[in-house]
């Protein structure tokens, strides 16, 4: 875990290294001030040689200016290295989740990947720029200030480590304490964002089913038990500030007493004492200031834990080394495939199915009847458990990622469009399409019609998630936009159940005649969305139950009979088949 936070600091290295040295220059510049303040008092004011206060006086000023000179420049320097770490490892997550396979993402919640970019990565962040300055300006004022007060008095100085051995005892106690509740709550964190994700992606929802206050006592809910978490832990923290002054006030007292004493019988002078007075505030601070140290790491290191899951998962699904860079055509065989998505009930069973190139295969089934799991084996979202999937006659794991899936266009079930113009979405299908190539493709997907009434047209700006055009606008944009990869495979995932059917007769004579070499699979609940299909799949839990033209299947398959007279009559479509 460490080693994978700190592999990230890279060119920030210099300033991370120049940190603790400006801490470390600052600390001794901070000792040597005590010492010549003792000598200031002893040679200057008991004596009364001005001279002396004077050039003394000086170099205290010189020293102050060259630390607090160096405490900036730790100050700027820690700046820099803890923001520029926290920049990459946001960097190296974002990166690496755009390698993740569907298996891996299904592993985190979205709310969990946004705690880990944003609160995991300030908590890292603050931890780090904490030790760059503090644990080594924190350890070494200590361990110099302990020094120096042994070298002036071993006697009274026995007081500080007495003190401090009984102060660290308590004060590791309390962290220990107070280290379980910091590393719950930021697991709680994920079940916060989450229910403002939800929320906040769903508001109409909410909206149109008046469930807004029960979404607020959800949210409270959830708010509540983050802050009750908090509030345990800070109790146990906020005891070590009470044990700090008691620390403090306890080796103010008895210095000061064994001190007057020591002075009485001339064992210790006037200077040397205050020197040991300000040596003892020195110790105990360092020593509270660590305290706080491991506070916040204790905090950051479950941050830290979930940072690095995130950077070291290895997508399960990885290019071979030699991966093959052409598809040579868009034909597909399923050879004996089986599929689970975790280990346990097969999702997929013993598949065998050939789509020679250029077929317009329908897809039918009812809810959990696997169809886009089905498909989703095709372009290598998930691979498969037993058998082989193959697509040009070639098996689909043999494929560079990048060119088998340039290849095969797929229209998801949950269409999606980004904040921009209609033409940067487009372009997601061929970043370098001109404006002519995305007008045609909105023409085949008949998108072109509704696009041209806007204000803007091709420039239209879409907001986040698409929220300002209508589900078949959306469906038929996310058409033009596969269409625009010129694909071999063209999956349409129920990609056209909010487009009316005049318009889906439209689109799909558009395919017939403007794309006929590429392979066209379309998942459908509409049996008149496939009927006019090369062949249609019937898929039943997980197995083909009939493969066939429309006809064949009506003459030979029950389910695919029941499900056109049940649309037919007005009855409803598949998943309606049960209630016959």
């Not at 290294?17 to 000598?39: F, G, K, N, Q, S």
């Not at 503090?134 to 070494?140: D, G, H, K, T, V």
């Not at 250029?358 to 089905?374: D, N, P, Y």
């Amino acid at each position: 875990m460490l080693k994978t936070i700190l592999s990230q600091v890279k060119e920030y290295k210099g300033v991370a290294i120049l940190t603790p040295v400006c801490m470390i220059v600052e600390v001794i510049m901070e000792m040597i001030i005590p010492l010549l303040m003792a000598y200031i008092i002893d040679e200057g004011v008991m004596k009364g040689n001005q001279q002396a206060i004077i050039r003394v006086g000086g170099v205290m000023l010189i020293i102050a200016l060259i630390g607090l000179i160096a405490g900036m420049l730790g100050g700027k320097y820690g700046a820099l290295a803890s923001s520029g770490l926290a920049k990459n490892l946001r960097n190296a997550m974002y990166e690496n989740i755009q390698t993740y396979s569907f298996a891996n993402l299904d592993k985190y919640s979205t709310a969990g990947l946004v705690t880990r970019l944003t609160t995991d990565v300030n908590n890292v962040q603050m931890a780090f720029q904490m030790f760059l300055r503090m644990c080594m300006r924190a350890p070494s004022s200590l361990i110099i200030a302990m020094v120096m007060a042994f070298s002036i008095s071993a006697k009274l100085a026995s007081v500080y480590l007495y003190v401090v051995i009984a102060l660290s005892i308590f004060l590791a106690l309390i962290i220990r304490k107070a280290m379980g509740y910091f590393q719950e709550v930021f697991q709680k964190y994920d079940d916060l964002n989450a229910s403002v994700q939800e929320n906040v992606s769903a508001i109409r929802v909410v909206k149109a089913y008046v469930r807004e206050e029960r979404e607020n006592k959800k949210f409270s809910a959830a708010a509540e038990h983050v802050y009750k978490l908090f509030i345990r832990a800070e109790k146990m923290v906020v005891l070590n500030m009470p044990m700090m002054q008691v620390a403090v006030y306890t080796c103010m007292l008895l210095i000061s007493w064994l001190g007057a004493k020591m002075i009485v019988v001339s064992e210790l002078t006037t200077g040397e004492l205050m020197s040991l007075i300000a040596y003892c505030m020195n110790i105990l601070m360092s020593l509270m200031i660590l305290s706080m140290i491991f506070v916040m790491m204790t905090m950051s290191a479950a941050s830290a834990k979930r940072i690095a899951e995130v950077i070291n998962e290895k997508s399960t699904l990885v290019s071979p080394a030699d991966g093959k860079t052409e598809v040579r055509d868009g034909s597909i065989a399923f050879e004996h495939v089986s599929f689970e998505y975790n280990e346990g009930k097969p999702v997929l069973s013993d598949i065998n199915v050939t789509i020679q190139a250029g077929e317009t295969v329908g897809i039918l089934g009812g809810t959990g009847s696997a169809k886009t799991s089905f498909v989703n084996l095709i372009p290598r979202l998930y691979d498969v458990a037993q058998g082989t999937v193959k697509v040009g006659g070639v098996d689909v794991r043999a494929y560079d990622l990048d060119t088998l899936r340039s290849e095969v266009s797929v229209v998801l079930q949950k269409n999606v469009l980004f904040s921009g113009t209609i033409y940067d979405n487009l372009r997601w299908g061929d970043e370098n399409a001109t404006e002519e190539m995305c007008r045609q493709a909105c023409r085949l997907a008949c998108a072109d019609e509704f696009i041209s009434k806007m204000p803007d047209g091709y420039h239209t700006q879409i907001t986040q998630g698409g929220s300002n055009v209508s589900g078949g606008q959306k469906q038929r944009l996310c058409i033009a936009r596969a269409l625009l990869k010129k694909p071999k495979i063209l999956i349409l995932d129920d990609s056209t159940s909010a487009v009316d059917t005049a318009t889906e007769a439209k689109i799909r004579q558009a395919f017939a005649t403007e794309i006929p070499n590429t392979t066209k699979l379309i998942i459908a609940q509409r049996i008149s969305s496939i009927q006019h299909a090369d062949h249609i799949i019937v898929l039943e839990d997980g197995k083909i139950n009939g493969y066939g033209t429309h006809d064949e299947l009506l003459a030979s398959n029950e389910i695919y009979r029941e499900i056109f007279e049940a649309q037919t009559n007005g009855a409803g479509d598949f998943d309606e088949k049960e209630a016959l």
